[in-house]
């Protein structure tokens, strides 16, 4: 046997040694039924892909928060029979509960989007995520675009590369998608104590990226005239921001976002972008919720009495947008004024001291004094 030969039988052997061990119960059906079902269509310029990743509840609330994903609609994929039920799933129809995707490619990429695909899900588990045991919990992406094969595998072959067991993602075409009932669609929207595999943590991590991708203007200067967002701007935000600056909701605590967050930088509004807050002026009150002893500017805020829940409270308003942020209270550091500003983390987005001129407020680097 020539060197070259030798040469390419091992590249072969490693490449199967390593390459992802694809657990296809979709394969072993014989064969499937192929249709599509589906209410959502490609425009001009977009692509699609359909992805299993346990229950589409949480698949599709991720997927709705990733910048440059246009819609998503959930469904029983490549399964053997026709029309399933959610019933007839549940019960091991052999149909994938998956989430039909529609993005711009020129906003995201396939492979980007698989990044963060992976990350909702343990690609080692066979038909299993979460709390969620069953066939229809199996993991899959699923292909109409015949040039998605080549990205899809070796994008699952340098996953394999971070894990010692074997990764069991379904990589095949869709062959039948059908479109779930009415009640699963936008499921964690209509019940926001709806149960999610996928951390509630992570689903706001991408929220906040699309919110600020959103944001086309980057012209955040002083002198620009902020406004109330429009309802565009609205259906970007997740559940938990919609509920806490739109419906005065509070967040849990200990458990959000910036409560321990010290790197420097600015807070802003992440309805409309308008800085309210400055890392200079965080402090950590042990109250579970981010604390400031003061606002940017006061003209940026307003403070209303709150009697809800049988208390009397301090409301903290953003002026510009109407968005609720939290309460204020006079129990602060005295060396920095008595006041604590308890804000939602969900109402704010955190732009780095690095990363604001980039992002369009430059002219806020004067707040830090060095």
Known sequence: MSVLAVAVAIAIGTYLAFAPKNISASQN?????????????????????????GCFWGTEFLMRNVPGVVNVEVGYANGPT??????????????????????????????????????????????RQGNDHGIQYRTGIYFKDPADEEVIKDSLYKLQGGFAKSVVVECMPIKNFYRA???????????????????????????????AHEFKNKDFSRSRVYGKPDKEALKELS????????????????????DEKSEEGIYVDVTNGQPLFVSTDKFDSHCGWPAFSKAIDKNYIV?????????????????????????????????KGGI???????????????????????????????
């Open 239 to 258: 559940e938990l921001q919609l509920a806490v600056t739109q419906e005065a909701a509070t967040e849990p605590p200990f458990k959000n976002e910036y």
């Open 181 to 211: 009932e009415e009640e699963h669609q936008e499921y964690l929207i209509k019940n926001p104590n709806g149960y999610c595999h996928i951390s509630r943590s992570f689903i706001d991590e991408q929220a906040k990226i699309k919110a």
């Open 29 to 53: 059906f014989g064969e499937l039924p192929e249709e599509i079902i589906q209410k959502n269509q490609p425009g001009v310029g977009e692509t699609e892909i359909y992805l299993a990743g």
């Open 303 to 335: 403070e209303r009495r709150d009697f809800s829940f049988g208390m009397d409270r301090v409301e903290v308003r953003a002026k510009a947008s109407g968005s609720h942020l939290g309460h204020v209270f006079d129990d602060g550091p005295k060396d």
């Open 82 to 127: 026709r029309n399933p039920t959610y019933r007839e799933v549940c019960k091991s129809s052999g149909h994938a509960e998956a989430a039909h995707v529609i993005y711009n490619p020129h906003v995201i990429s396939l492979n980007k989007l698989l990044d963060i695909y992976y990350q909702s899900i343990d690609p080692t588990l066979v038909n």
């Open 340 to 370: 604590r500003y308890c804000i939602n983390s969900a109402s704010l987005r955190f732009i780095s001291r690095q990363k604001m001129a980039e992002e369009g407020y430059g002219e806020w680097l004067d707040l830090f004094k060095d």
